[in-house]
């Protein structure tokens, strides 16, 4: 399998600002053309009261999102008053995905919750033409006290 180079012509965009989050998440859109590999950089801070937050990638073909799906696999572990504060790592093939991209969480449970949560998207080109359909990975990275 190649590597993702992301040194040669890198485009780091923000896709969701780092802010307190009570409710659910819309990334902003982001246009992926000329572009075959995202790495999707979430960071989250402590997580305040009851329930969840989880976090997908979405695309479409139209810049409104107005045919919007999920991209298949490619979601962020949940977090929660006893998994929080860590950042996940999510590679995607964009190879076979839909030109748009977007992330979007939610928060579930019950009362009152809120944490803080940061969005990057780091678009690039693959050395490899091995990949022949969208494929993601994840890898989750905690913090240490």
Not at 84 to 89: A, P, R, S
Not at 95 to 108: E, N
């Amino acid at each position: 399998m190649g590597y993702y180079d992301l040194a040669s012509g890198a485009k780091t965009v923000q896709a969701a600002p780092a802010v307190v989050r009570t409710g659910h998440i819309t990334g902003a859109t982001i246009d992926t053309k000329g572009c075959d590999s995202l790495y999707c950089v979430v960071n989250m801070g402590t997580f305040i009261g009851d329930g969840t937050s989880a976090l997908k990638l979405e695309h479409s073909d139209a810049s409104n999102m107005s045919d919007v799906e999920d991209i298949t696999g490619a979601t962020f572990t949940a977090m929660s008053t006893s998994l929080h504060e860590g950042v996940q790592v999510g590679r995607l093939n964009l190879t076979g995905a839909k030109r748009y991209v977007r992330c979007y969480g939610t928060h579930g449970g019950s009362g009152t919750h809120a944490t803080v949560v940061g969005v990057v998207f780091i678009m690039g080109t693959s050395n490899s033409a091995e990949a022949t359909a969208a494929d993601f990975n994840l890898v989750s990275i905690p913090t240490t006290d």
